[in-house]
Each structure stands twice: as C-alpha cells, then as structure tokens.
C-alpha cells in the first residue's frame, strides 16, 4: 500500500527555519503531484502548497507565500518544504498528501501521518 | 482566491439517522469538491472525489452530491464508526481550500 512518511518536525523559535520532507513508497512518485496540508493544535485543516510531477507548477497558500519552498526529488521519492521566518501561526502538524485527478477534478488520496512543528520562544 | 463555506460546525445524532452536511463556495467551481474524513489522532482520509465519486473502499452509506456552489455530503445512516470531524476542499483551482469541518457526534 502507498505509504507517506514525514519528518523533520520539531521545535524552533520565532524566525527560525525549519526543512520538512516526505518520503514516498509503493507508488511510482515521479507520476503524482503532491500536497502539503497542515493542521494547527485544535483546527481545521489548511492547504499550503502543491508541486507537479516535474516541478513546474507550484502553488502555495497566501499564508506562506515569500517563506516556504516546495521541492521534490524524483529520483529519492521525496517531497520537501523549506519553512523560514517561521511565526508562531505556523504552529501545526504538517501533513504530505499524494495528490490524484480525475476528469479536470483533483483530491487527495493517501496522506503521511504528519510531523509536528512548534514554533515557541 | 476561492472561498469555502461548510455548515453546520457541528452536529449531534442518533445511530441509524440521517445526517447531511453542505459546503459552499464562493464561485462555481464545477465538480471540483471532495470530502475527507478525520478521526481523532489519525489523518484525513479521502471519501468522495469529483462531488459524487466515491472512493474505493468507503462504506456506501456515504454520498455526495452537487455541482457549480452549494455541495452535499450524506450519510444515510449514521453508524458509531462514523464519529469524527468531516472536511470538504475545493480542488478546482489552486490555492485549494479546506472548510471549516463539521464534527459528527452521537447522541
């Protein structure tokens, strides 16, 4: 089955940087885009960015546009977000999610199990 | 940027009703909605793609219907495995956008 492990959560302070990544198994990931959603303690869920297959559309929320970086790396099966100027707002459990389309329509169809980022003084 | 408006935020019922929850968007966005479903402590899980679809292996208790603004997702007979906070995302267009979340709970 899909797997999707993320990593790299923790705690850092106001400002700070962090870099997630996600390693992907038993799909073939060079054929998928891919999504970074996250969650903060007690709330919904927030879109933050999508990357396609070849890195040529990326897109990413207004919330972190100008401090977060998407990258992938087809040949290692790993999808990146590079967190800087990190706000106390960016708080959240940071979930990867494989990304699938069907007639002119998106969804996502196999999330990680998150990483936690804290962001705290 | 498209905006997603889901209601109610919550909602409490019997097993064996029926429980329908909306989601609305701030322009029409065709097909473009899914649902997700979120236990505690888990991540979310795909249940309807494409408005109607439904993904494999979802119970088909679960439906959902609509096109263009105003979109539904039902569950035609709650059952105590239901319990947990249900997402719709708008993925017409990037940036996508979640709603708020319903939480479904027994009474």
């Known amino acids: 089955e899909v797997q999707l492990v993320e990593s790299g959560g923790g705690l850092v302070k106001p400002g700070g940087s962090l870099r997630l990544s996600c390693a992907a198994s038993?799909?073939?990931?060079?054929?998928?885009?891919m999504n970074w959603v996250r969650q903060a303690p007690g709330k919904g869920l927030e879109w933050v960015s999508s990357?396609?297959?070849?890195?040529?559309?990326?897109s990413y929320a207004d919330s972190v546009k100008g401090r977060f970086t998407v990258s992938r790396d087809n040949a290692k099966n790993s999808l990146y977000l590079q967190m800087n100027s990190l706000r106390a707002e960016d708080t959240a459990v940071y979930y990867c999610?494989?990304?699938?389309?069907?007639?002119?329509?998106?969804?996502?169809?196999?999330w990680g199990q998150g990483t936690l980022v804290t962001v705290s003084s | 940027d498209i905006q997603v408006t889901q209601s109610p935020s919550s909602l409490s019922a019997s097993v064996g009703d029926r429980v329908t929850i909306t989601c609305r968007a701030s322009?029409?966005?065709?097909?473009?909605l899914s649902w997700y479903q979120q236990k505690p402590g888990q991540a979310p899980t795909l249940l309807i793609y494409?408005?109607?679809s439904l993904q494999s292996g979802v119970p088909s208790r679960f439906s959902g219907s609509g096109s263009g603004t105003d979109f539904t997702l039902t569950i035609s007979s709650l059952q105590p495995a239901d319990v947990a906070t249900y997402y719709c995302?708008?993925?017409?267009?990037?940036?996508?956008?979640f709603g708020g979340g319903t939480k479904v709970e027994i009474k």
């Open positions: 990357i396609s297959i070849s890195s040529t559309y990326i």
């Open positions: 038993k799909f073939t990931f060079s054929s998928y885009t």
């Open positions: 999610a494989r990304e699938v389309g069907y007639s002119g329509t998106y969804s996502l169809d196999y």
């Open positions: 494409a408005a109607s």
């Open positions: 995302l708008q993925d017409y267009t990037p940036p996508f956008t």
């Open positions: 322009q029409g966005i065709s097909n473009g």
